[in-house]
């Protein structure tokens, strides 16, 4: 199993960013994917969940309206879109699948 995120990088407060995750090793499709995030110094903190197919989805109150989850099962690649960033969004980003396969993370920071 592999997972490859990217998309990450410096935004000021009120701007957008799209992150990727390249899976690979795994029957994609049948996955369930989620993105989860860690704030320095602080623990990981669950952002969204995408079942198998992609009909459903599911986020943290601390981006619902803000940020969505999404997935392409021809190319194996989930995203998340992130719109209306705040400081508080400032986070190492994970693509994760059955919260034991985990990418290696790409940075967001939010900051004027």
């Known amino acids: 199993v592999q997972l490859v995120e990217s998309g990450g990088g410096l935004v000021h407060p009120g701007g957008s960013l799209r992150l990727s995750c390249a899976a690979s090793?795994?029957?994609?499709?049948?996955?369930?994917m989620r993105w989860v995030r860690q704030a320095p110094g602080k623990g990981l903190e669950w952002v969204s969940d995408?079942?198998?197919?992609?009909?459903?989805?599911y986020y943290a109150a601390s981006v619902k309206g803000r940020f969505t989850i999404s997935r392409d099962d021809v190319k194996n690649m989930l995203y998340l879109e992130m719109n209306s960033l705040k400081p508080e969004d400032t986070a190492r980003y994970y693509c994760?699948?059955?919260?034991?396969?985990w990418g290696q993370g790409t940075q967001v920071t939010v900051s004027s």
């Open positions: 090793g795994f029957t994609f499709s049948n996955a369930v």
């Open positions: 994760v699948r059955d919260l034991n396969y």
């Open positions: 995408i079942v198998a197919g992609g009909e459903t989805t």
